[in-house]
């Protein structure tokens, strides 16, 4: 190998947002287990003399940002096929016209300070939704103890993005609370021992995949395919090589890439590299689909990285693929000499926006917040 | 200037595609003004002995790939927080779960034989959809006839990206019908308006800002990030520069690009050209995270590129920015001595696709189309 992994992170890994990846199987089985546990849906709740009936809805609409709205996506792929409602994911201040009384909105931050999702949360009370909330602590759990609408607390401590497991497992214990989904105790024990397995493969000792991924990338633009399934994957991994590794990432989608991007690649550019995600129960149509697309990429002399889902559900197959995709970010992030917990502009940003505008504030004054 | 446009696009267009940039203008409001005039919403339907009633949805659903799929995306932005009921894009074979005899079900495909619509366009009719179909003609065209579904012929012959306007009218006169947007007959009229100004300045003559974006962006990576109404903007011209340009592009959208793609920007990529797209319109809020975004690539010492939405109209916004775009993807293309009309790839993988596994044939079979 020629690089001692443990050494760089170490040096580099100064929050130890490695670690967390570590026990990602423990906090999704954890975590779903006590919010099946402990969330129920209210029959009514009062906000300011205006009540909202839970229960009965014809619609999803999942909010979040970054780390904690890439859990809309992940749902909406694993489940659009199943629920017999839309899902709807929403990355931004304002829900759409049609949020009404028989909307369920799940707005998502794990800090509990993102003030898009915060708004968002807003316009879903005055307009009379029924809204849920999930965060670590933070404004989101405060808004909802004062105005009595049902919270739900994950763990607290660490990066957004490392808490992936935490909000995918209540989000789904809420679904099923709210019957959009079934039952998915079994593909949450079956996900959890395949996160496991993916740790031992990959752990910095022996590097695996997550290693070898990493070097393929290097400084170069990685460019993330996935079919339509793993469209949220493709953007979870871009976010994770934005995040972790600090380079530019591109999340793209089959059968659609066909249409446009393959087309991009036709004078072999030398600064991106293509990475394919595969999985062994492809469909006919999917498997010559993709398979056609990399023959063609590499009849131009391009060389395709693949990444293969691991387990049945599809739970553990997106988590999976999310959990490899992690390592190797975290990898290339210290093989590159760099902080993989440290995301300076998103911070300045934050900070900027929260300064210039006080949006959060205002929110508080409009639901009367004091 | 140094370069000859003209002679440039003489040597390279083979197909002419440049010029059916020059009429999106009388390409809109001609298609607009006579599908507004013969299309109808039938009462009912009978095919193979199942009714299908329309009217009265509540849900609507547009498919369709590429230059036909981007229709639902634009449409979506400028309508979901206008619209009651819920717009959904499907960019695959499978429609989702939701679909039933109250979603109205659009399948755009300009050729009228892309498998993916026209399977989507099948797993509507079985599910009891109110389905409409627009093409050229073509397959979808041919079973819409034979079904007796409700049909929308646009003008033929062209490439499917240069007919955005008569897809996007389509559409637009179709949503009118079903009372999911009003009349748009005045935003059409000033659109049509604001994109005779943009073919003005940017002719090849003078070259204007559609030269200009060109010239900075070369060979390398075109990043096109817009805020959430131009979301959909981002992802077309992207599609442009695949296409004409034969680039690897990226589309990205704020407030998200803050949450993770920003991280990417922070060691300065020197191989990759940020392009913001404006609107004197932002309100408060996105006026401050756009520039505040633009400030901190700055301070790290990137040079931005910006474009400006033109006209009032949502409409003149979205197309006066897809209609810039595209001119400077075709100027990109024959600067750099490439014909951009040509797509190569694509029509390679829709072969392989169609000769390997014969979608279409066995979709004829599903439905009994002789």
């Given amino acids: 190998m020629g690089v001692n992994l443990l050494e760089l992170l170490r040096r580099y890994d100064k929050t130890g947002i490695y670690n967390v990846y570590l026990r990602w199987h423990e906090l999704l089985s954890d975590t779903y287990r006590v919010v099946r546990e402990s969330f129920s849906v209210p029959r009514e709740i009062n906000v300011h003399g205006k009540v909202i009936?839970?229960?009965?809805?014809?619609?999803?609409?999942?909010?979040?940002?970054?780390?904690s709205g890439i859990v809309g996506d992940l749902v909406y792929d694993m489940y659009q096929d199943v629920a017999e409602v839309p899902i709807v994911v929403i990355k931004d201040y304002h829900l759409p016209r049609f949020c009404d009384e028989r909307t369920l909105v799940i707005a998502i931050s794990y800090?509990?300070?993102?003030?898009?999702?915060?708004?968002?949360?807003?316009?879903?009370i005055e307009r009379g939704c029924q809204v849920v909330s999930v965060s670590s602590g933070g404004v989101l759990e405060e808004f909802a103890k004062k105005l009595g609408t049902p919270h739900v607390a994950v763990p607290r401590g660490t990066q957004p993005r490392a808490a992936l497991p935490c909000l995918v497992a209540a989000t789904l214990a809420i679904l099923e609370k709210f019957n959009v989904i079934g039952d998915t105790g079994g593909d949450v024990k079956e996900c959890s021992a395949v996160l496991r397995d993916v740790i031992e493969e990959n752990r910095p000792e022996v590097g695996g995949r997550a290693l070898e991924l990493a070097n393929a990338i290097g400084d170069k633009v990685p460019f993330i395919c996935g079919h339509t399934f793993y469209r949220g994957v493709a953007i979870r991994l871009k976010n994770e090589f934005n995040e972790n590794s600090k380079v530019v990432a591109v999340a793209s989608t089959l059968p659609e890439f066909d249409h446009n991007d393959i087309v991009g690649w036709e004078l072999k550019p030398s600064n991106v590299v293509p990475v394919f995600i595969r999985d062994r129960d492809e469909?006919?149509?999917?498997?010559?689909?993709?398979?056609?697309?990399?023959d063609v990429l590499?009849?131009?002399?391009?060389?395709?990285?693949?990444?293969?889902?691991?387990?049945?559900?599809?739970?553990?197959?997106?988590?999976?693929?999310?959990?490899?995709?992690?390592?190797?970010?975290?990898?290339?992030?210290?093989?590159?000499?760099?902080?993989?917990?440290?995301?300076?502009?998103?911070?300045?940003?934050?900070?900027?926006?929260?300064?210039?505008?006080?949006?959060?504030?205002?929110?508080?004054?409009?639901l009367c917040i004091e």
Avoid: Q
Wanted: charged residues 30%; hydrophobic residues 40%.
């Fill in 283 to 294: 469909d006919e149509v999917t498997r010559a689909r993709v398979t056609c697309t990399e």
């Fill in 53 to 67: 009936r839970y229960g009965d809805i014809n619609k999803v609409v999942i909010c979040g940002m970054g780390g």
């Fill in 111 to 124: 800090s509990g300070n993102t003030e898009e999702t915060i708004s968002a949360f807003v316009e879903g």
């Fill in 298 to 366: 590499r009849s131009l002399g391009l060389r395709i990285e693949e990444i293969w889902a691991r387990g049945r559900s599809r739970l553990a197959k997106v988590l999976s693929l999310c959990l490899l995709g992690g390592l190797a970010s975290v990898y290339l992030a210290v093989l590159r000499g760099l902080d993989p917990g440290e995301v300076v502009t998103i911070s300045l940003l934050k900070r900027y926006m929260s300064e210039k505008l006080r949006v959060v504030e205002s929110l508080r004054k409009r």
